[in-house]
């Protein structure tokens, strides 16, 4: 069993700085968890208290059933990958990967079948005699991978192992790794800025801001159901929309005042809403909660509305268009490229109020 949990761990570095503060979470057994967030949200700090690389200042940490709190890093059953590979430059593949299976004192024929079985699974057999120089980015990466595995951990530790390789090979790398997941059936628990990484790989995900945890769960609950306006902000490309707003009760209805803009709230949102009426608020819509008129599938609650298209960049399968309202409020719609869509055009459009969300403006939290 290779559950992880993370029981109020917080690290304070030695200059008084709070990496991470009070982290609470349960990693299952076999589970593949991504934690995402900014560049210098604290992500990398808690896998090196995980992996044994940085002591925590309080709290605990368990793995399996035991509190690894004090425990040296070797014996904590983890592999990790890191975003450098820290491969050994003077040793071949084989003895990169047969390294800690070397140091552990595996006799000799066992530790060839390990690295043998590995590397087939890689498909890097072949490249078991080169040096990493003689090796592009894309192998370096499974190298490293393969050292990993050859330890047979109870846990994988990945750090960014991705991001050295260029955006074609990061996305074949990604599903590999996924495979890898699913045949291993190990705990994987992976590191990534990159939000795009993170929807598509994990189980579930862990969304980190400023040391401090915001959201975990699947990566379609995160993005439908933000937990605040950061995590709403952080997931999706181009980012959503939000726009400072109110909530007005006009006879029995209720609507979302927006600048010039005044949408019904949908009826079965109303009752959630109520206690917001006339508070400081955000609404939010995602640039795919947007359509043009001709291509506005059915199911949605339209609302249309007028808007000058500032921008248009095509895409091939969708159209990222910056659009303007009258009262200057800009916004970005995802589009169907199929619309004529031509910067300097004035366009009918229609917003989906069904996928609306609403912060509150001061503490940021969904409501
Ligand atoms: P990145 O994606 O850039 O690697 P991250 O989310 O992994 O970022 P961490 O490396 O965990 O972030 O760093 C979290 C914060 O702790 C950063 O502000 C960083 O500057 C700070 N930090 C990291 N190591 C130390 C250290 N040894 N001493 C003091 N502060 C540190």
Redesign the pocket.
């Known amino acids: 069993m290779a559950r992880v949990v993370f029981e109020q761990v917080t ?1 304070q ?3 008084g ?4 503060k009070d982290l609470n979470l349960d990693i299952g057994d076999q589970e593949f968890v991504v ?1 995402v ?12 208290m995980l992996a044994g690389l ?1 002591e925590i200042t309080s709290g605990n940490l368990y793995i399996g059933d035991r509190q690894v709190n004090q425990a040296p890093a070797k014996d904590r059953d983890i592999a990790m990958v890191f ?1 450098s590979y820290a491969l050994y430059p003077h040793m071949s593949v084989f003895e990169n990967m047969a390294f800690s299976l070397e140091l552990q004192g595996v006799p000799k024929a066992e530790m060839r079948d390990r690295v043998q079985s590995a590397a087939k699974q890689l498909g890097i057999e072949p490249l078991l005699d080169r040096k990493p120089k003689q090796l592009s980015g894309g192998q370096r990466q499974r190298v490293a991978v393969g050292r990993a595995i050859v330890r047979n951990p109870a846990v994988f530790l990945m ?2 192992p991705l991001s050295n390789l260029d955006a074609k090979l990061r996305v074949q790398a990604r599903a590999e790794l996924s495979r890898l997941h699913q045949k291993l059936g190990t705990t994987f628990i992976y ?3 990159d939000q795009a990484e993170a929807m598509t790989m994990g189980s579930r995900i862990a969304v ?1 801001n400023q ?1 401090i945890l915001q959201q975990v769960d699947t990566p379609q609950n995160v993005y439908e159901h933000p937990n605040n306006v950061f995590v709403a902000g952080f997931l999706g490309s181009p980012s959503m929309n939000f726009f400072d707003a109110t909530l007005q009760a006009e006879d029995g209805e209720l609507k979302v005042q927006a600048g010039s803009l005044t949408l019904p709230v949908p009826e079965e949102m109303r009752s959630r809403y109520q206690e917001y009426v006339n508070r400081p608020l955000i609404l939010g819509i995602r640039p795919e909660g947007i359509y043009t008129s001709t291509y506005a599938p059915s199911g949605i609650q339209p609302f249309p509305i007028r808007a000058k298209l500032s921008v248009v960049e095509l895409m091939g399968h969708e159209a990222i268009v910056y659009c303007t309202l009258p009262d200057d409020t800009e916004f970005i719609a995802r589009l169907d490229p199929r619309a004529k869509l031509t910067a300097g055009d004035t366009l009918d459009l229609q917003l989906d109020t069904s996928r609306f969300h609403l912060f509150d403006k001061e503490s940021e939290q969904a409501i």
């Open positions: 690290k570095y030695d200059n700085y709070v990496a991470v934690l967030g900014p560049s210098g949200c604290g992500k990398t700090t808690s896998l090196r940085e975003q750090d960014e590191v990534t800025h980190m040391g």
